[in-house]
């Protein structure tokens, strides 16, 4: 029963800002929370993840436009993207990384998606 639910999509213009949600429940600990984007006829791609404990990464075509980050409390992972651009279009998913009971395996679990749309 592990729910993953990102939020705050929508369209904006080049150069514009949004901040998208992760929002994860119904396990017993997470160790990852990842964002991956896929664009219509492309393959999904790895955006910007961040452990538990922090040290967040990105990939190379966001650094310095994106920030990630996390509320542990809240088991929340917010993605702000910044000076977006038309080649950032995608549908964005969040995938979590976590435990359902004490001593399971992690797996993984995803979002529904939310869509990111930037026009010229």
């Known amino acids: 029963q592990v729910q993953v639910v990102e939020s705050g999509g929508g369209s904006v213009q080049a150069g514009g800002s949004l901040r998208l949600s992760c929002a994860a429940s119904?396990?017993?600990?997470?160790?990852?929370m990842s964002w991956y984007r896929q664009a219509p006829g492309k393959e999904r791609e790895f955006v910007s993840g961040i452990y538990r404990y922090g040290n967040p990464n990105y990939a190379q075509s966001v650094k310095g436009r994106f920030t990630i980050s996390r509320d542990n409390a809240k088991n929340t992972a917010y993605l702000q993207m910044n000076d977006l651009q038309p080649d950032d279009t995608a549908m964005y998913y969040c995938k979590t990384v976590c435990s359902t009971y004490a001593s399971s395996p992690y797996q993984d679990y995803w979002g529904q998606g939310t869509q990111v749309t930037v026009s010229s």
């Open positions: 119904g396990f017993r600990y997470w160790s990852e």
